[in-house]
């Protein structure tokens, strides 16, 4: 589907000499053998209205593909349509990919 927007949620193999720059090493999820559950919330209205895909990928770090982009990986498409504001004088989509709704104050 290629009008679908693409989100691309990555998990690594982090082993303990490996590096992850996102966050804090205390922050790390662990990591164990067998099978491990990976999840994470997007927030309410942060995306705009449209049709996204999310792909699972995994690689060893810098070594090579477990599952590979775009090859052998499972995806999921799913839309947004509408709820995006409360704002009465809002009533179309917005422009680009994001679409968060942030409160602004004037000094």
């Known amino acids: 589907m290629n009008d679908a927007e693409e989100i691309k949620i ?7 000499d490996q590096e992850n720059e996102e966050t804090e ?8 053998k ?12 942060f995306l705009n209205e449209g049709t996204y895909r999310v792909e699972v990928i995994a690689a060893l770090y810098f070594r090579y593909w477990v599952i590979e982009p775009l090859k052998n990986s499972p ?6 349509q509408g709820g995006l504001s409360d704002s009465p004088y809002w009533m179309i989509r917005r422009p680009g990919v994001l ?4 409160k602004w104050s004037i000094n």
């Open 10 to 16: 990555e998990e690594e193999d982090l082993n303990d």
């Open 25 to 32: 090493e205390k922050d790390w999820s662990e990591v164990k």
């Open 34 to 45: 067998g099978k491990n559950i990976f999840s994470s919330i997007i927030p309410k209205r």
């Open 75 to 80: 995806s999921i498409f799913f839309t947004i």
């Open 99 to 102: 679409a968060p709704e942030l």
